[in-house]
């Protein structure tokens, strides 16, 4: 299994640059990674830095979020709030840098939540021409755009695969496909096998948790494995994102247990 480890959310026990150091530490290859940088334009050295980290420790980077706003303040994205409309589209030739460099392919847009005083239908019309820029912009390194479907935020219009797919389908880009994310499909009430069924060949990348309580695989009750065979069986050929909240020193018991029972 070719698994990459989100060190936005795990490993936070270590300042956020020895976190990939630490995944390698850990057997895994590759890591991902929401907006690492408090700006959409962080300094050179900032992005050296980070870059950095990256190289040093030996990992791929395999997934980077565009900047989604005050993620900690409730924040999710960019993409559909017209007053940020410039800030996300100076943030996309930051992204494609790093992507270009590191050899990363995969760039996430979180939707954005829904605004009071904007209607649904400008919220709209902005992600989808954001999204098309997007797409437009790391085509020219082989690159895709993920809409991702989010639970747990009270604004956040995306909740099923559908939804992210209606949006998709509005832009006419080939290479914006959807972010399967497991557990915010599961907790959002969707029927996740059929979208496996469904979609799996055209998913741009998977993303695991357990529920409930978004802990390591095991901590809860969704058929993880069985979902990740079949997606596989049905063509999916990427990485799976290991996006859950676990402390540091036991992350990844769960996987050195499945090495064992193999």
Sequence with gaps: MTYTVNCSILLTELPLLERPAAAKKAGFDAVEFWWPFETSTPSEADLQAFESAITNAGVQLTGLNFNAGNMPGGDRGLVSWPEQQDEFRANVPVVVGIGERLGCKAFNALYGNRIDG??????????????????????????????????????????????????????????????????????????VAQVIENHAKDFGHIQIADAPGRGAPGSGNLPLGEWISRSRELGYEGYIGLEYKEPADTAFNWAIREHASR
């Excluded at 991702?148 to 914006?176: F, H, M």
Aim: aromatic share 6%; hydrophobic share 50%; proline share 3%.
């Design 118 to 191: 904007v209607s649904a239908e400008e919220q709209d019309a902005v992600a989808v021409g954001n999204l098309a820029f997007a797409a437009e912009a790391v085509a020219a390194i082989g690159g895709v755009v993920l809409v991702e479907p989010v639970s747990g935020a009270e604004k956040y219009p995306l909740l099923t695969a559908q939804d992210a797919l209606n949006v998709i389908a509005k832009t006419g880009r080939s290479n914006i496909k959807l972010l399967a994310d497991f557990y915010h499909l599961a907790v959002n009430g969707d029927d």
